[in-house]
């Protein structure tokens, strides 16, 4: 069965610092990966997708995220945070069976001052 | 930005009471869908449609029931609303199913059952 595990519901970072945000996934077949953002009291909008091209994908403000199969991993970076980063991140899996996504819990991205 | 309209975007209903919540579109895409999104479950899909009259149920369906009589139209029905649906719903849409094709989502809607 396919699934996505993101690892911390909160982090927190410091403004100008590095932003991490880990995401695993297992899938039995190569898997197509999307990480979403959603600001306070707004819909989702997606960062970035991978889609077997290039395995580094760069996306929308300054994130990018690199797909990794020996660690089954597809985690989302930013070289230098901002106050407006805050946001919750979502990372999914598309589900071979039908084509929807499978959602990851999200996690919260705290920027401090 | 996509344009999805949800109605209404916030509502207060009584236990027992029908709810029906609508997603308009004018993007013409082929898919349509309605998640809810709980703290700590992500999101999660209710229901979703791939052409007028053709629906299928997502991992949470029990409890809720849609239709789509136009392209652009996509209604969620709770028919008898109880305090475990009192979550944020959001409608979404995309031209194919999910393939690697962009999912765009409408601004929600905040449902309280009391």
């Known amino acids: 069965a396919q699934s996505v595990t993101q690892l911390g519901s909160h982090v927190s970072v410091s403004e100008g610092a590095l932003v991490l945000l880990r995401c695993n996934y297992s899938?039995?077949?190569?898997?197509?990966l999307f990480w979403y953002v959603q600001y306070p009291n707004q819909g989702l909008q997606l960062l970035l997708k991978?889609?077997?091209?290039a395995t580094l994908v760069k996306g929308i403000n300054g994130f990018e995220a690199e797909f990794k199969k020996s660690e089954t991993s597809f985690h989302l970076t930013k070289p230098s945070a901002h106050m407006s980063d805050a946001a919750e991140y979502f990372c999914?899996?598309?589900?071979?069976?039908?084509?929807?996504?499978?959602w990851g819990a999200g996690t919260k991205l705290i920027i401090k001052p | 930005d996509a344009g999805i309209t949800q109605s209404p975007r916030h509502k207060v209903t009584e236990t027992g009471t029908p709810v029906t919540l609508r997603c308009h579109q004018t993007?013409?895409?082929?898919?349509m869908y309605w998640y809810r999104q709980d703290p700590g479950h992500g999101l999660r899909l209710i229901h979703y449609?791939?052409?007028?009259?053709?629906?299928d149920k997502g991992e949470v369906s029990d409890g809720y029931s849609v239709s789509r009589s136009k392209t652009e139209d996509f209604l969620l029905t709770l028919e008898s609303a109880t305090s475990s649906q009192t979550s944020v719903y959001f409608c979404?849409?995309?031209?194919?199913?999910?393939?690697?094709?962009?999912?765009?989502f409408g601004e929600g809607s905040w449902l309280t059952v009391v």
């Open positions: 991978y889609t077997s091209a």
């Open positions: 999914a899996v598309r589900r071979e069976s039908n084509y929807q996504l499978i």
């Open positions: 899938s039995s077949v190569p898997p197509y």
């Open positions: 979404a849409i995309s031209e194919a199913g999910g393939s690697g094709n962009t999912i765009y």
């Open positions: 993007e013409n895409h082929r898919y």
């Open positions: 449609s791939y052409g007028v009259k053709d629906t």
